[in-house]
């Protein structure tokens, strides 16, 4: 089975089709005169759910001299969560049949491909933080000229992110203390700390340049990448057991892939998603290696936080008349940056494709004000860097044979640990491909087999 020719096509050029791209071309079994890759990403560029005045190329941030080159032939790889995502990495992750492969699997590619420098590997810490926070300038409890007053019907529930079940009681935070080199939050926001992880199991990369260095290492060795190729159909054989081909459209002209194996790995474009609302914020200098989860408390007079379902495109802006809690997510970046996100909002339809995602400013300028009311560094001392959009999947993953058609493989439905599990996943997908099974973890409930 595994010396077979194989014609294997990848759809999707996020995170997960491009680990599985190169996991496959390191399996002992690959072989680039045997076996042919295509992998098909249906946008043609990157600037997708990005502002026009946002940063472009964040490689140019980190180590413009050794950072993971931008492959002009490559736009559009990265161009969804892959290239606007966190990047946090964790052993504490879920689901836990996955992540310690994939955890390992991220350290030892940096190690191999120099990650540092190319894609900002770096273990660091991840902390709950209780927070108050800071009135905007104009605003002293009440309403400027451009705000009207609203009820926000009492205090609110904070959104889950990607914590989960760590948040301890607000005395038993208080106790804990938080540790010195926390400096670029301001100590007056700061209420109570609780340590999530430490450098022994908790990392970071920036997902976009990561994607990208995968995507070039796959191509070295053989993966022709296709980019602005929009898969239409996956053709079957005439007795409907296995992949025969798969059909995609490419300035306006149809094409035919003749596939034995084919893996769909489209993130949001796969599943049912959720939309996620990120910004990047240059520091003053290069701040310590933290991962916050916030509970921030925002007090009676703070700019509303826009409702959910709501365009954020209304010329007044709205007041807190009572305290309401957030629950942004912040994490320092070895480039010298932050990244902040903020709540999903289910009522964003999913455009065709990742180069038509719009980004709504309302919500970036939400989480601007909200993670600058506890730090300065984030605040009037930052610069603004990127304001951008991207779909969360959902519901899995399902990383497995789909159907019971041969050949036909699905990794989707990541949720927020997608750049945390992309290795592992990729990985096992070159295994189930090349030699039948998948080996180096037990897929369990992450089997797709079990969904269809």
């Known amino acids: 089975m595994a010396g077979q020719p194989k014609d294997i096509t990848i759809v999707g050029g996020g995170i997960i089709g491009c680990c599985a791209a190169y996991f496959l071309t390191r399996h002992p079994a690959y072989s680039a005169d045997t076996h042919r890759i295509t992998l098909l990403e249906a946008s043609s560029t990157s600037t997708g759910g990005r502002t026009a005045d946002s940063i472009q190329d964040p490689g140019s941030l980190l180590a413009p001299e050794s950072a993971s080159k931008r492959n002009p032939a490559h736009e559009g790889i990265a161009g969804g969560a892959s290239g606007k995502a966190g990047g946090l990495l964790a052993l504490w992750a879920f689901p836990q049949n996955i992540v310690p492969l994939s955890f390992r699997l991220h350290d030892e590619l940096a190690r191999e491909h120099g990650g540092d420098a190319k894609w900002g590997y770096r273990r660091c810490y991840a902390s709950q933080v209780d927070c108050s926070a800071r009135l905007p300038p104009g605003f002293s409890g009440g309403q400027d000229e451009n705000m009207t007053a609203a009820d926000n019907n009492g205090e609110q529930g904070a959104i ?204 970036c300028r939400d989480i601007i004000d909200q993670v600058g009311s506890i730090s300065d560094d984030l605040g009037k001392d930052g610069q603004v860097l990127a304001k951008q959009a991207c779909y ?21 439905g990541h949720t927020c640990w997608g750049i945390q599990n992309a290795p592992g996943t990729g990985k096992l997908l070159s295994e189930i491909v090349l030699e039948g099974v998948a080996k180096s973890a037990k897929l369990g409930g992450c089997d797709a087999s079990r969904f269809t």
Not at 347 to 362: F, G, I, K, R, S
Not at 395 to 411: M, N, Q, R, S
């Open 160 to 363: 889950k992110g990607l914590h989960k079940d760590h948040k301890k009681s607000a005395k038993a935070l208080k106790k804990l203390g938080a540790p010195e080199d926390l400096d670029w939050l301001d100590t007056d926001a700061l209420g109570g700390y609780d340590n999530m992880g430490t450098p022994e199991n908790t990392a970071q990369v920036h997902p976009e340049l990561f994607t990208r260095a995968m995507a070039q290492l796959a191509e070295d060795s053989g993966v022709k990448i296709v980019t602005g190729a929009k898969a239409t159909a996956i053709n079957k054989s005439s007795d409907g057991k296995s992949v025969a081909s798969v059909t995609y459209e490419k300035d306006g002209k149809q094409e035919t892939l003749p596939t034995t194996d084919c893996i769909v790995a489209a993130g949001p474009w796969t599943s049912k998603l959720l939309p996620r609302i990120p910004v990047v914020i240059k520091t003053p200098s290069t701040v310590s290696p933290y991962a916050l989860f916030t509970a921030i408390n925002l007090p009676s007079g703070f700019p509303s936080p826009t409702p959910e379902g709501s365009a954020g495109g209304s010329a007044k802006r709205q007041a807190l008349k009572r305290m309401q809690i957030v629950e942004p997510e912040i994490y320092a970046r070895p480039d010298g940056t932050a990244y902040a996100c903020g709540p999903t909002d289910q009522m964003a339809p999913l455009p065709a494709t990742n180069a038509e995602v719009q980004v709504d400013e309302a919500r």
């Open 392 to 412: 969360l999947p959902q519901g899995g993953p399902f990383i497995g044979e789909v159907g019971g058609t041969k050949g036909l493989t699905v990794a989707a």
